[in-house]
């Protein structure tokens, strides 16, 4: 590949930064780098290939010469601006929900279904951290045995909601342990030792009692997987992770699918690690997965309820695989 001009919106985000970082390691081929974000960072520098930068403030004119973008600045800026960059003739991969499940943008898990790439009409979307690392596991499965029906429960890390958030967590905790009262600014009830079942923050719920990340995985997993009939329901719940998604998954399958086989197929399939020895004490773990590429599966076992079913754990690095990696994957792959 010929070294590419990239931008990357939101450079000084908890995912910009991982993008940032990504591109370095990948060794993706970046001709120049520019990084962009809103007024609140003026001034600041990010460090890329030991060199730094300054961030320039995201506007209309941004693209001119861009080839690539990668977009991680919230939904209102990817809504506003990816049109501009689209237009200026740069290939747009935008992490936002804004445009997942427009039937003009191609919506892309690289291990999934990479073909898909090929019909933008200059934006692709990254999925839900929540749903990438599902699919990467479920792929291979529905291929083998079609998979019916999924029931999902999430244990989603703060980090997911930004560096405002952890901050919260952290000083939510220290109040908890030296007998105060949390403070809540982002959340909407205490983050320290508890369990929220409401992601996003604010305007959660939907008309049908779903929130709408329960929802994304619902339509997400159908499209990527090019798959309507699938059924899926989920639950999203937010826990005192720092990050690190885990999800507890049960499907249902038209063909009977043994543990064992199921071991068998997820040993070969692209960016899935089986970590599944019971007797070792040995399962996927958030604080294991942090920093690392794959998406981790274990605790397989055949669904005692059903004929046709099976239960698993899967653990991925959200800020990586569910976002920042799966956005470069989906860069490398044009
Ligand atoms: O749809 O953990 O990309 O707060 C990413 C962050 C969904 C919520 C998305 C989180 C959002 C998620």
Same mark, same amino acid.
């Given at each position: 590949? @010929? #070294?590419k001009v990239?931008? =990357?919106?939101?450079?000084?985000g908890?995912?910009?930064? %991982?993008?940032?970082?990504?591109?370095e390691?990948r060794n993706?081929?970046v001709?120049?780098?520019?990084?962009?974000a809103?007024?609140?960072?003026r001034? /600041?520098?990010?460090?890329f290939?030991?060199?730094? !930068?300054p961030?320039?403030?995201?506007g209309?004119?941004?693209?001119?010469? +861009?080839?690539?973008?990668?977009?991680?600045?919230g939904?209102?800026?990817?809504?506003?601006?990816?049109?501009?960059?689209?237009?200026?003739?740069?290939v747009?991969v935008?992490?936002?929900s @804004?445009?997942?499940?427009?039937?003009?943008? #191609?919506l892309?898990?690289?291990?999934?279904? #990479?073909?898909?790439?090929k019909?933008?009409?200059g $934006?692709?979307?990254?999925?839900n951290?929540s @749903? !990438?690392q599902? +699919? =990467?596991?479920?792929k291979?499965?529905?291929?083998?045995? /079609?998979?019916?029906?999924?029931?999902?429960?999430?244990?989603q890390?703060?980090?997911?909601?930004g560096? %405002?958030a952890l901050?919260e967590?952290?000083e939510q905790?220290?109040?908890v342990l030296e007998g105060?009262? #949390?403070?809540c600014? +982002?959340f909407?009830h205490?983050i320290?030792?508890?369990?929220i079942?409401q992601?996003?923050?604010?305007?959660?719920?939907?008309?049908?009692?779903y929130t709408?990340e329960e929802?994304k995985?619902?339509?997400e997993? /159908?499209? $990527?997987?090019?798959?309507?009939?699938?059924?899926?329901?989920?639950?999203?719940?937010?826990?005192?992770?720092?990050?690190g998604?885990?999800?507890?998954?049960? !499907?249902?399958?038209?063909? %009977?699918? @043994?543990?064992?086989?199921?071991?068998e !197929?997820?040993?070969?399939?692209?960016g899935?690690?089986?970590v599944d020895?019971?007797?070792?004490?040995r399962?996927?773990?958030?604080r294991?997965?942090?920093g690392?590429?794959?998406?981790f599966?274990?605790?397989i076992r055949e669904?005692i309820?059903q004929?046709?079913?099976?239960?698993?754990?899967?653990?991925?690095?959200?800020?990586?695989k569910?976002?920042?990696?799966n956005a470069?994957?989906?860069?490398? $792959?044009l």
């Amino acid at each position: 590949m @010929t #070294p590419k001009v990239v931008a =990357v919106a939101g450079a000084t985000g908890l995912v910009g930064s %991982k993008m940032l970082q990504v591109l370095e390691q990948r060794n993706f081929p970046v001709k120049s780098l520019k990084p962009l974000a809103s007024e609140r960072s003026r001034g /600041k520098t990010i460090r890329f290939r030991g060199e730094d !930068i300054p961030v320039e403030v995201l506007g209309e004119d941004s693209f001119k010469g +861009v080839e690539v973008a990668l977009f991680s600045a919230g939904g209102g800026v990817s809504k506003r601006f990816a049109p501009y960059a689209a237009k200026d003739g740069c290939v747009v991969v935008d992490n936002s929900s @804004t445009w997942r499940m427009d039937p003009d943008v #191609p919506l892309v898990v690289p291990e999934v279904n #990479p073909d898909d790439v090929k019909w933008h009409k200059g $934006i692709i979307a990254n999925p839900n951290c929540s @749903t !990438i690392q599902m +699919v =990467v596991v479920l792929k291979p499965l529905h291929d083998a045995a /079609k998979i019916e029906r999924v029931v999902v429960s999430t244990y989603q890390a703060v980090s997911g909601a930004g560096i %405002k958030a952890l901050e919260e967590m952290k000083e939510q905790i220290q109040a908890v342990l030296e007998g105060r009262e #949390p403070v809540c600014k +982002v959340f909407p009830h205490p983050i320290a030792f508890n369990c929220i079942p409401q992601i996003p923050q604010s305007d959660a719920f939907t008309d049908n009692g779903y929130t709408s990340e329960e929802m994304k995985m619902v339509n997400e997993t /159908k499209k $990527i997987m090019g798959d309507d009939s699938i059924r899926v329901t989920a639950t999203t719940v937010r826990v005192p992770v720092h990050t690190g998604h885990s999800e507890c998954v049960n !499907i249902e399958t038209q063909r %009977k699918l @043994t543990a064992a086989k199921a071991r068998e !197929i997820l040993a070969r399939a692209p960016g899935v690690v089986v970590v599944d020895d019971p007797a070792g004490q040995r399962y996927p773990l958030a604080r294991d997965a942090e920093g690392k590429g794959e998406t981790f599966v274990g605790r397989i076992r055949e669904d005692i309820s059903q004929s046709r079913g099976l239960d698993m754990w899967i653990v991925s690095d959200n800020l990586l695989k569910g976002a920042a990696l799966n956005a470069v994957q989906i860069a490398e $792959i044009l």
